[in-house]
């Protein structure tokens, strides 16, 4: 029995690697003798590098980088031959900053441009980008800054590139943008389709996860709409409206705008690159899963992805998720076989993240000894 493991991961849990990792006991738990083959996946967040670097046969350059409140931290960045991978939540993760210190206001995308700016010194000329789970707001001022952009304010003074210090930009100058950028493509791995500005914005929609106020969304989604004003690209048919733009606080709107980039859904370009396509075309189940699972899963996330890719080879594909919400039953008409919740019992949040490896290898054992048992027809198990 050949038995394909492409998680997601657990979010403040465990990664996707490890998550794979504990699929693979449990399944070796309920069939001793099962092939398994381990391809983590990610949707553009956390894991993402390490999903694509796994499947790349990339090295891992641990990279200097300031987080979004500008404190030292490391980033990392995957490199096989002369493509680069990367990820945002690695140096600009909501995940780094406790949540009682998080200041939207305060925070920039400085770590990002850093990271880069790594990829171009290894002679990077393609450069993917994972976006989601940044601490950030700043339609990506503070990465464009790291590669050469000014940002100005009405007497000709360069100022910061936090939302606080946007709001008073009057002018940008991508002159001295590193020229570098000119003969690199970028692709940007990306979750969502909300646009840079308004109700389906990054500041409405991402903005009170990273601490903003009703009050302070407004302030943002201004701020925002003034750096696309003053770049002009705030027009019809502009970078702001373009699908993806409001992803990791306006990563995504700076990647379109300044670098070029072409917006790709972070599931499938990983389920391209990790090649589970050709994996799943021989594979008896395939196990996916992440923290948690709901009707928006639909929209790009990872469970989603590969039970399409499993549908389309007439494998069953079974979701194993820390929460399963009601609405998630949707899943049920797009590729998806079961959904089954890996908490045993009634716990506390704190606990079901503590042990999540072992309740995953739980959850997997039970599901593989099921299938086994439906397919010797045997009732016994």
Request: with cysteine.
């Given at each position: 029995m050949l038995v394909i493991l492409a998680p997601d991961s657990f979010k403040?849990?465990?990664?996707?690697?490890?998550?794979?990792?504990?699929?693979?006991?449990?399944v070796r738990d309920a069939v001793p003798d099962a092939e398994v083959r381990e391809l983590p996946v990610s949707d553009g967040g956390e894991g993402f590098t390490e999903s694509v670097a796994v499947a790349l046969g990339a090295r891992t350059?641990?990279?200097?980088?300031?987080?979004?409140?500008?404190?030292?931290?490391?980033?990392?960045v995957a490199v096989a031959g002369r493509r680069a991978v990367l990820e945002v939540a690695s140096a600009v993760g909501l995940g780094m900053i406790a949540?009682?210190?998080?200041?939207?206001?305060?925070?920039?995308?400085?770590?990002?441009?850093?990271?880069?700016?790594a990829a171009l010194d290894e002679g990077a000329d393609e450069i993917v980008v994972g976006l989601g789970g940044s601490a950030t707001n700043d339609a990506g001022a503070g990465m464009l800054r790291v590669l050469g952009a000014r940002f100005l304010d009405a007497s000709g003074a360069e100022i910061g590139t936090t939302p606080r210090e946007l709001a008073h930009l009057a002018e940008i100058d991508v002159s001295g943008l590193d020229p570098r950028m000119a003969g690199v493509e970028v692709?940007?791995?990306?979750?969502?389709?909300?646009?840079?500005?308004?109700?389906?914005?990054?500041?409405?929609?991402f903005g009170p996860q990273k601490g903003a106020t009703p009050e302070l969304v407004t302030e943002l989604d201004a701020i925002l709409a003034r750096v696309a004003e003053v770049a002009g690209h705030d027009g019809d048919g502009g970078a702001a409206h373009e699908p993806g733009a409001g992803?990791?606080?306006?990563?995504?709107?700076?990647?379109?705008?300044?670098?070029?980039?072409r917006m790709r859904p972070g599931v499938e370009l990983v389920v391209e690159t990790?090649?589970?396509?050709?994996a799943v075309a021989g594979a008896d189940l395939v196990l996916t899963g992440e923290g948690s699972v709901d009707?928006?899963?639909?929209?790009?996330?990872t469970p989603a992805g590969v039970a399409a890719v499993a549908a389309r080879a007439g494998v069953p594909c079974v979701v194993l998720a820390g929460r399963v919400a009601d609405d998630a039953a949707v899943l049920l008409d797009h590729g998806v076989t079961a959904l089954v919740p890996i908490v045993p019992g009634v716990t506390d949040l704190p606990t079901a993240l503590a042990e999540g490896g072992a309740n995953l290898r739980r959850a997997a054992s039970t599901v593989t000894r099921i299938f086994a048992a439906g397919r010797s027809g045997s009732a016994s198990f």
């Open positions: 403040e849990s465990i990664d996707a690697a490890d998550a794979a990792a504990a699929m693979a006991a449990g350059l641990e990279v200097p980088v300031r987080d979004a409140l500008g404190r030292e931290a490391t980033g990392q949540s009682d210190e998080r200041d939207v206001m305060g925070a920039d995308s400085t770590g990002v441009g850093e990271l880069i700016r692709q940007a791995a990306c979750d969502v389709s909300n646009p840079l500005l308004g109700e389906s914005g990054a500041s409405a929609v992803a990791a606080g306006g990563l995504g709107y700076a990647l379109i705008g300044f670098l070029g980039a990790v090649g589970l396509e050709e009707a928006q899963t639909l929209s790009g996330k």
